[in-house]
């Protein structure tokens, strides 16, 4: 089946640049949309933005200035660099597949905290 | 894009049915068909509930509908049992190119 799996380090340095991989299975990385999605607590959920197979981007605007996606099709992962992290990017971070306009799966997710 | 607008808990007892309302904008919800919610167990993968406002994928329980009307999108889950209890939200593709989220709903399954 498809699944996706979130990785990188689950710290980062105020200031710094929070770095996360998100690997696909069971289906080709090709000709689909991939999201990047956070859950900050208390929050709720944030679209980030979403990058296709032919690494085309759109980003939240809200963040923007600040995210950077893009895609690897020969290793089947794409990946997420958000910069000048502050407390408030500390969140569950989650990967999803994007298909018939909605968020058709997604990774388990994974928890950045942002503390020096 | 501010979040969409969803009642922080709705609760019912097993049986029941309940509606959860998602409230936007004319930019957000009112702009777009294509409304979708999703469940949130804590430490599973959120799972697509609904898509293109009343549309389920499959696997998903026709006790499970959705519907819109105007700038309220809405999610009705009948017969409602325990594993229903979860976290709801929203989602809908707004203006500018953006996707935003509803602030969450916390079913409770009395």
């Known amino acids: 089946q498809v699944q996706l799996l979130e990785s990188g380090p689950g710290l980062v340095k105020p200031s710094g640049t929070l770095s996360l991989t998100c690997t696909v299975s069971?289906?080709?990385?090709?000709?689909?949309?991939w999201s990047w999605i956070r859950q900050t607590a208390g929050e709720g959920l944030e679209w980030l933005g979403r990058i296709d197979s032919g690494g085309t981007t759109d980003y939240n605007p809200s963040l923007k200035s600040r995210v950077i996606m893009s895609i690897d099709t020969s290793e089947s992962r794409f990946s997420l660099k958000l910069s000048s992290v502050t407390a408030a990017d500390t969140a569950v971070y989650y990967c999803a597949r994007f298909v018939t306009n909605a968020f058709d799966i997604w990774g388990q997710g994974t928890m950045v905290t942002v503390s020096s | 894009q501010s979040a969409l607008t969803q009642p922080a808990s709705v609760s019912g007892s097993p049986g029941q049915s309940i509606t959860i309302s998602c409230t936007g904008t004319s930019s957000n919800v009112g702009y777009s068909v294509l409304v979708s919610w999703y469940q949130l167990h804590p430490g599973k993968a959120p799972k697509l509930m609904i898509y293109e406002t009343n549309k389920r994928p499959s696997g998903v329980s026709n006790r499970f509908s959705g519907s819109k009307s105007g700038n309220t999108a809405s999610l009705t889950i009948s017969g409602l049992q325990a594993g229903d209890e979860a976290d709801y939200y929203c989602c809908t593709f707004a203006a500018g190119r953006t996707y935003v989220f509803g602030t969450g709903t916390k079913v409770a399954v009395l």
């Open positions: 069971g289906t080709s990385i090709n000709n689909n949309h």
